[in-house]
């Protein structure tokens, strides 16, 4: 007698040419540009992606000329002249010191502490403000400005190499807004939904409209694009705003408070050290809040500077999703379908 | 030929009918079939030069402003000019920087300096590519890396800008050769035209890289230098300005009188007066509640730059003491107990009174009682001031301490003394501040201790000329620098020892004339317009505009004193006349230690160099004078007769005249009355202050040394890479003979 058994999937004999979709997935995401699973460590991923490839990487491609040097690489050397240029403020103030007599020495160590906060409070209003906003956007208009992508680059045979390699790169997907990433956002809805629609009917439900459109990447494109267009204009006054108020905060009296020490020596330290930050910013705030009797500028410069940041923040959230909700209602529609077209 | 269908060749040719759209671009396409061309190129390269750049700078950022507006409004822009919307917000932090930090400056100069680091910085970023990489790549390679072109929307953009799409269209065949053939390389060889594109690419990619790789040290560095070389002028220049304007405003005394009328009122105790004035809980107040009312409504605290913090704190504690008296008298005429129920309390109180009988009728316990209470209260009104009630008891034979004892226990109704002191506070009291802070403003740039006063310059510059004429060098300026201040006693006395060794050697006359020489680079003659200015600012006429009182007696206390010799007009004319002296006494005090050293040299003081030194660097008198003068009075009292007899300074009259009546004073009194020329002209804190000076230049020299030698490393750098950029001779091998074998 034959056996009966029912042939279940683990028992199949693997003929045929028939491939899962989990794993023609991930050959594709071996090999093609494609967009990644996000979530809060992404940024920070990106961040140090380019940093350590910066000086390991970009800088000798860019020394040595090659024809594999892109405008990405270009970008994400703009945060070595960053780093560098706030070490050297700090240094400017600290590194002759201890030629100094102690006196001389303490009043610049003074002025080194408070540029080191400077230029760490100007990094941080320039994310804070960027971050808020976007979160803010992504709330009410369903984009997420800072979506990265994983991008393969098929490199040219550099002189002497045989093949080129492939290099990873992690751009944003909204990063231009002429060409924005449609293509990609179009294939990680079919292949993770299965409809090469899916991220724009997200939208356009966002956007006000109840039915679902029969092309909504006609419509949604241009929406994407002004939202882009509209956040990036306002961001890049409204990060400078929130930088600005972050070095008069570290202008204030309560940083020339901060326990330095070094922590290679100490580490034990450390703690008491971050505390001594801590403190040093809340006081900073409430100092820069209330300013001094001094002048005019003392008395509401601090204000002005935090309320000023609040609101253009706050205008970088509204403005593109103002622009972006629309009543499905008012919507013209390319053609008119009461009118008889001629079809050639 | 194109083929066109039949059907649409009949209809092509019946030329009554009028072609539509469709049928037009057939049309046109049949008439150009065979001369298929590429478009016009429609990238444009800008020719650009310093001039027009600038102009087009200030051009590109309105434009950056309208289509700030433009991307808001529409949400249309593209990438690049969204990209130069980030410069506009990058310069508008910059600005918001500088102006915070401008209100926040300790003094105008650091104002000034805010506005022109910044402002340094963002040249600094701007200049450094122009300067030391686009240049000199444009003299080694032959062609400009930051070249601009505007695209066919219009945009102007970096040719450069990314290395993989760079639009060669722009480029027209003949600039091209004119670039190849400045850098060797043949347009119409073979591979020419890319050999020359390459090295362009390739060239411009490696100096793009450069400038990322050096930005971030030579912008800092640039503006800190930058700061280094106009901080000084700027104190100079603001110095001057100030000092111009107070000497015009004292010069002219409808000005000063106008400018002096026109003051603000400082209302800065008002608040914490008002605190402490409430917080009288309805009795008697002690003595601590009227010191702390007289200590707010002191004016010394006005004065801290011209007066030294213990002798302002001495001044107002002399000054409350007479004032607290006046409070307490004024308290007790303004403040009040009802008379409901006071006769039931003077009766409680029992307050033992003397009377003449009692002596004779020995009788005790006598007090007052209800019925004599309500009489004697009768002739007075509802509401009895405290130092009515005070003659009344009084004149009834209470002792004082028992008057005190129960007043202390009375519900006193004090708020019209409280609306009378605020009043006070806020009326001639704020409008007396606010004069006072503006003849300050007058006072401060003449003969000020800040850094931006006239007087402080003057002081400043004699001390490097001290330091100049006696060769102050690298040795001397480490030895400075450390802490004590007996190493720059120390340096002074070598190099007054050393100068006069030198001379050991050569004849008299060349003595004399050398040393005499050595007197006029130490003597800087007085500077007449600063003198004046310090004479004016202490003139009666000019202050009393400022202590006026129009008779308010609490003003009157605060700022005419008690004693006369400490009234507001007192304290600023002797401030004024304090700074005169003593840069009097320091111009001086080169010549008199050259005068002791000279001597020294010459044999005289034998045994007694140190107390001779010691008495003319460290002007440490009081300290000599207890070792030496408690134990032998009168060694002390030759020795300083010796030293400052007039007849041993004749060389140094030639330079000044008038150190021989200075020399005279201290002969005649030697330091037993507290004069100020003669404190001062030993006094004047020489050590110390060439201290000061020489470990302010060491830092900077020190400064200097590390960044300086890390700017021209730098510098070095950039330039010496350039030859190295833009070889391409690895990628285009020879070609040698060869083919198919």
Redo the contacts between chains.
């Keep these: 007698m034959q056996q009966n058994t029912i042939p279940s999937v683990d028992n199949l004999p693997k003929v045929g040419y028939y491939v899962s979709h989990n794993e023609k997935k991930e050959k594709f995401y071996q090999t093609e540009s494609h967009i990644h699973k996000q979530n809060a460590l992404s940024g920070v991923k990106a961040g140090a992606h380019k940093l350590t490839n910066d000086i390991f990487t970009y800088f000798p491609k860019g020394f040595a000329g090659s024809k594999n040097s892109d405008f990405y690489e270009f970008l994400s050397l703009g945060m070595i002249p960053y780093a560098v240029g706030s070490a050297m403020l700090i240094a400017l103030y600290s590194a002759t010191n201890s030629k100094f007599s102690p006196q001389h020495a303490a009043a610049a160590g003074k002025v080194a502490k408070t540029m080191g906060a400077g230029v760490v409070l100007y990094g941080l209003g320039k994310w804070l403000s960027q971050k808020i906003a976007h979160k803010g956007i992504k709330a009410s208009t369903g984009i997420d400005l800072d979506m990265l992508y994983i991008n393969k680059i098929n490199e040219l045979p550099e002189p002497g190499q045989e093949k080129g390699i492939v290099r990873t790169q992690y751009p944003g997907v909204f990063a231009s807004v002429d060409f924005y990433r449609k293509d990609l956002l179009a294939k990680d809805s079919e292949l993770n939904h299965g409809d090469i629609y899916a991220y724009d009917d997200k939208i356009a439900k966002k956007a006000g409209f109840k039915k679902e459109l029969n092309a909504p990447n006609q419509t949604i494109g241009p929406k994407i694009r002004e939202v882009k267009a509209r956040a990036t204009a306002m961001e890049n006054i409204s990060k400078y705003v929130m930088a600005a108020t972050g070095v008069a905060m570290g202008a204030q009296k309560s940083f020339e408070n901060i326990k330095m020490i070094n922590p290679f020596k100490n580490p034990k330290e450390i703690p008491s050290m971050f505390k001594s930050m801590l403190t040093a910013v809340k006081d900073g705030a409430v100092q820069l809040w209330k300013g001094t009797d001094k002048n005019v500028l003392t008395r509401y410069g601090g204000k002005a500077l935090i309320i000023g940041s609040a609101v253009t923040t706050l205008l970088t959230w509204l403005v593109p999703t103002i622009g972006f909700k629309t009543n499905p209602n008012t919507m013209k529609s390319k053609v008119d379908t009461t009118k008889e077209y001629e079809v050639c | 030929m194109t083929y066109v269908s039949p059907l649409l060749n009949s209809y092509l040719n019946n030329k009554t009918n009028k072609l539509n759209h469709?049928d037009k671009v057939y049309e046109d396409l049949k008439k150009h079939a065979n001369d298929v061309k590429p478009n016009e190129a429609k990238a444009k390269l800008v020719k650009r030069g310093p001039v027009t750049d600038a102009f087009n700078a200030i051009k590109d950022t309105g434009k950056d402003c309208a289509n700030?507006v433009k991307?808001?409004r529409?949400?249309?822009?593209?990438?690049n000019n969204?990209g130069r919307?980030?410069d506009?917000?990058?310069k508008?932090?910059a600005a918001?920087?500088a102006?915070?930090?401008?209100?926040?400056a300790k003094t105008k100069t650091d104002a000034i300096k805010q506005f022109v680091c910044g402002g340094g910085f963002l040249a600094a970023m701007t200049l450094w590519p122009k300067l030391f990489i686009n240049l000199p790549a444009r003299l080694v390679h032959g062609f400009n890396i930051d070249q601009k072109y505007i695209n066919a929307q219009g945009d102007k953009k970096d040719f450069f800008?990314?290395?993989?799409?760079l639009p060669w269209d722009a480029f027209s065949k003949e600039e091209l050769e004119k670039i190849g053939k400045r850098t060797g390389i043949d347009y119409n060889s073979e591979n020419g035209e890319e050999k020359i594109k390459r090295k362009m690419?390739?060239?411009a990619?490696?100096n793009?890289?450069?400038w990322?790789?050096t930005?971030?040290?030579a912008?800092?560095?640039g503006s800190?230098m930058l700061g280094k070389a106009v901080g000084p002028k700027i104190q100079e220049a603001v110095t001057k300005h100030d000092f111009e304007q107070a000497k015009d405003l004292l010069e002219n005394p409808e000005k000063l009188e106008a400018f002096i009328a026109k003051a603000k009122p400082d209302n800065?105790g008002v608040k914490a007066l008002n605190k402490i004035l409430n917080s009288n809980n309805g009795k008697m107040p002690d003595a601590k509640y009227f010191k702390s009312i007289s200590e707010k409504l002191q004016v010394s605290e006005l004065f801290p730059r011209l007066l030294s913090e213990d002798e302002s704190k001495i001044i107002s504690g002399i000054q409350s003491i007479g004032l607290e008296d006046k409070l307490k008298s004024l308290y007790e005429v303004n403040a009040t107990v009802s008379k409901n129920g006071l006769a039931d309390l003077i009766a409680n109180a029992k307050l033992p009174i003397f009377s003449a009988d009692m002596l004779l009728t020995g009788a005790e316990d006598v007090t007052i009682d209800k019925t004599t209470a309500t009489n004697i209260l009768a002739s007075l009104g509802d509401n009895i001031s405290i130092s009515s009630l005070r003659t009344l008891l009084k004149s009834r034979q209470v002792a004082d301490a028992d008057i005190e004892k129960f007043i202390a226990t009375l519900e006193v109704d004090d708020s019209s003394f409280r609306e009378k002191i605020k009043e006070f506070a806020k009326g001639p009291l704020a409008q007396a501040k606010g004069r006072i802070k503006a003849y300050l403003k007058i006072i401060n740039p003449i003969a000020g201790s800040t850094a931006e006063s006239m007087a402080t310059k003057e002081i400043t510059d004699i001390m490097l000329n001290y330091a100049d004429a006696l060769g102050i060098d690298e040795k001397t300026l480490a030895k400075a620098?450390?802490?004590t201040q007996d190493a720059s006693k120390n340096i002074l006395q070598d190099l007054f020892v050393n100068f006069f060794k030198k001379q050991d050697t050569l004849p008299i006359d060349e003595r004399t004339a050398k040393y005499t020489e050595l007197l006029n680079t130490l003597y800087r003659s007085p500077n007449a317009a600063l003198t004046e200015a310090m004479d004016k600012a202490g003139a009666t006429e000019n202050i009393a505009r400022v202590v006026k009182t129009d008779g308010d007696a609490l003003l009157e206390a605060i700022l005419g004193g008690t004693d006369k010799q400490v009234n507001l007009e007192g304290v600023i004319k002797q401030s004024i006349r304090t700074k005169k002296v003593d840069i009097d006494a320091i111009r001086l005090k080169g010549l008199l230690c050259a005068n002791m050293e000279r001597r020294i040299a010459a044999g005289e003081f034998k045994g007694v160099e140190d107390i001779v030194r010691a008495i003319i660097y460290d002007g440490n008198i009081s300290s000599l004078n207890n070792k030496l003068e408690v134990h032998e009075p009168e060694k002390f009292a030759d020795i300083l007769k010796q030293m400052f007899n007039r007849n041993a300074f004749q060389k140094e009259k030639e330079v000044c005249e008038t150190i021989g009546e200075q020399v005279e004073t201290i002969h005649k009194t030697l330091f037993k009355i507290g004069d100020d020329t003669v404190k001062n002209l030993t006094f004047a804190n020489f050590s110390s202050r060439i201290k000061e000076i020489l470990?302010s230049r060491f830092?900077d020299k020190?400064?200097m040394k590390?960044?300086g030698t890390m700017s021209a490393v730098l510098v070095a750098v950039t330039l010496l890479a350039q030859p190295f950029?833009?070889k391409i001779k690895?990628?285009y091998p020879e070609k040698t003979q060869g083919g198919a074998k």
């Excluded at chain 2, 529409?74 to 990438?79: A, I, V």
């Excluded at chain 2, 102006?99 to 926040?104: E, S």
């Excluded at chain 2, 800008?161 to 799409?165: A, H, I, R």
């Design positions: 469709h700030f991307a808001v529409t949400g249309k822009l593209s990438d969204l919307i980030n506009l917000g990058l508008l932090g918001l920087i102006v915070f930090l401008a209100g926040h800008l990314d290395n993989q799409f690419q390739k060239t990619l490696q793009r890289t450069l990322m790789a930005a971030g040290f912008t800092p560095l800190a800065s620098k450390s802490g470990t830092n020190a400064w590390k960044f950029f833009g690895k990628e």
